[in-house]
């Protein structure tokens, strides 16, 4: 696939700032958060449309996360897909995945990489620089 140049946008834009993915939850939601996150990324096919969803309703964030050579897209859409999906930060979504199978975690990664690949293939084509 072509490379894609580094796309900037002011954190206040990027949609992750407004909702729960960088944020501090009470004490009391963490441990909920950390069941649903873990239960999102086990089911591959709810976890591939979740990243879905994040790249149709947050487009600045993914932009600029997904344009980023050095960032970890995988681990991006993933905490993406939590926080938007059932609100969860993601330091909890980071928990969940240490809890899931090796096996498991190969499965939400070939999940995510299916969804980053969509998402590339379309800015690629919207841009006419595929």
């Given at each position: 696939m072509k490379k894609i140049k580094r796309v900037f946008h002011h954190y206040q834009k990027c949609e992750e700032y407004r909702s729960d993915m960088w944020k501090a939850i009470p004490i009391e939601q963490r441990k909920d958060k950390q069941e649903y996150s873990k239960n999102l990324m086990i089911e591959?096919?709810?976890f591939f449309d979740a990243c879905m969803l994040v790249i149709e309703a947050w487009p600045y964030s993914c932009e600029a996360a997904l344009t980023a050579s050095t960032m970890n897209h995988q681990a991006w859409?993933?905490?993406a897909a939590c926080a938007y999906n059932h609100g969860a930060?993601?330091?909890i979504t980071r928990l969940a995945w240490r809890e899931l199978s090796e096996e498991q975690q190969d499965l939400a990664n070939a999940a995510a990489d299916k969804a980053i690949?969509?998402?590339k293939e379309n800015y690629l084509k919207r841009f006419n620089r595929a």
């Open positions: 591959d096919d709810a859409i993933g905490h930060p993601e330091d690949f969509i998402w």
